[in-house]
Structures are given as structure tokens and as C-alpha cells.
């Protein structure tokens, strides 16, 4: 996906979608974004899946944190990868 900007550096006006791969064969999806609640600037990763009537749903699964926070959890996100891949956990695409 193309990296979007807001129009006022910093604000976001509405939520934007940064990345979506299927979880499932029953339409899920995962959905990681930025979006704005109660003021805060959210990095978001959510379940997401599209209902009878053809309206893309979220049933609130997920996780958020705030921006700020994102290179902490990038952090640990890396160390946990190394450390699946030292357990010989199936962490590489394909290797389920």
C-alpha cells in the first residue's frame, strides 16, 4: 500500500489503513492502522470481516496503542520474531 499523509502534519482526520491480509477462509481480515480516539493518535491491529449485507464490520478484537509508542513495539515485535525463529517456531511465509 502507498503511504498516505494527512493533510495537517500530525492530525489524522480519519482512520487510515496501512496494511490487510486474510486470516481466514471465512472472510476475516487483518487490519493494522492509525486512527484517533479520545484525542489520541492509536497505531491499531484489527479483526476485521465483511457482514451478509456487504459492510465491512470489526467485532473490537484487536490491540492499540498509542503512536508514540510504536517504536517500543517494534522493538519487542523484532525480538519476538528472533526468538520464534530460535524455538523453530513457523514464523516464515509458507511454513505453516
Given amino acids: 500500500m502507498a503511504i498516505q499523509k494527512s493533510p495537517e502534519r500530525g ?4 482512520a487510515i489503513t496501512v496494511d490487510e491480509w ?3 477462509g471465512r472472510g476475516q481480515t487483518n487490519r493494522v492502522s492509525f486512527r484517533t480516539y479520545g484525542g489520541h493518535q492509536l497505531f491499531d491491529v484489527r479483526i476485521w470481516w465483511v457482514g451478509d449485507d456487504g459492510t465491512t464490520l470489526h467485532p473490537g478484537k484487536g490491540f492499540s496503542c ?21 524455538l523453530g517456531l513457523p514464523v516464515d511465509e509458507g511454513s505453516e
Fill in 22 to 24: 486474510q486470516r481466514n
Fill in 11 to 14: 492530525k489524522l482526520q480519519e
Fill in 66 to 86: 498509542r503512536v508514540k509508542d510504536l517504536p517500543r513495539l517494534a522493538a519487542a515485535i523484532t525480538k519476538s520474531l528472533e526468538q520464534a525463529r530460535a
